[in-house]
């Protein structure tokens, strides 16, 4: 049974490039999430999804970030342009989002470093 | 005040101890509660649910008082392989929908 599935695991690239993050949600999941963890921060809701629909992205950064889910297998985050700060590890989860108890499923993360 | 608010730890125990974390949280529409478990440079995982009747998993217990907003996690006879970070969480609707906020987590360090 396939988990959540990110890619790329790592990535370092240069500030200013574009940076695209991928997820696959579990089959059959219905709500989808970008978290962003850092060690002052924690774990950070940017945004998330419900049927493929945008619910909320108040957690959303700044215009450089963006997330599009074009249908109910995938799912990108994108940067751009990428900043040093973004440094972080990103996490895609998701879960059964009608369902009041049902947990979150995550993916392994996207090591992002911008130097 | 910070939505879930954890005390970060460390907490460093020999094996055998017992030990409880506690979490707090804001929203007092606040509808389900977790707790997960995150090991170093991996993915948080889901533990348990919590409920407001209490709930027992084997060596752990997780209960929810819901007029104190507050939620614990106690641990006994602590392995070492309990040694992470563990991760309150609270699923609470806004304006927007709903979704999960996480703790900063409490790190737990298990000795022999």
């Known amino acids: 049974d396939a988990g959540v599935i990110q890619s790329p695991r790592h990535e370092v690239t240069e500030m200013g490039q574009e940076v695209t993050l991928r997820c696959k949600p579990i089959?059959?999941?219905?709500?989808l999430f970008w978290y962003r963890q850092t060690m002052m921060r924690g774990l950070e809701l940017l945004i998330y999804?419900?049927?493929?629909?945008?619910?909320?992205d108040s957690g959303m950064p700044e215009d450089r970030f963006s997330a599009k889910m074009p249908n109910a297998s995938f799912s990108t985050l994108k940067i751009q342009p990428s900043e040093p700060r973004d440094s972080a590890v990103y996490f895609c989860?998701?879960?059964?989002?009608?369902?009041?108890?049902?947990?979150?499923?995550f993916g392994n993360g996207t090591r992002l470093t911008v130097t | 005040r910070k939505e879930v608010e954890q005390d970060p730890g460390p907490f460093n125990v020999p094996e055998g101890a017992t030990v409880a974390f506690n979490c707090t949280y804001s929203?007092?529409?606040?509808?389900?509660f977790f707790w997960y478990r995150q090991d170093c440079r991996k993915e948080p995982k889901l533990l348990m649910s919590?409920?407001?009747s209490g709930n027992e998993d084997g060596r752990f217990t997780a209960q929810l008082n819901r007029a104190s907003q507050y939620i614990s996690l106690l641990i006994r006879d602590s392995k070492l392989s309990d040694s992470a970070t563990y991760l309150c969480?609270?699923?609470?609707?806004?304006?927007?929908?709903?979704?999960?906020?996480f703790g900063k987590g409490t790190t737990l360090s298990v000795s022999s």
């Open positions: 989860a998701s879960s059964m989002g009608s369902r009041r108890n049902s947990p979150l499923h």
């Open positions: 089959s059959g999941h219905n709500s």
């Open positions: 999804f419900n049927n493929n629909v945008p619910i909320d």
């Open positions: 929203n007092s529409a606040s509808q389900s």
């Open positions: 919590v409920y407001s």
């Open positions: 969480v609270v699923k609470s609707a806004n304006q927007a929908g709903t979704a999960l906020i």
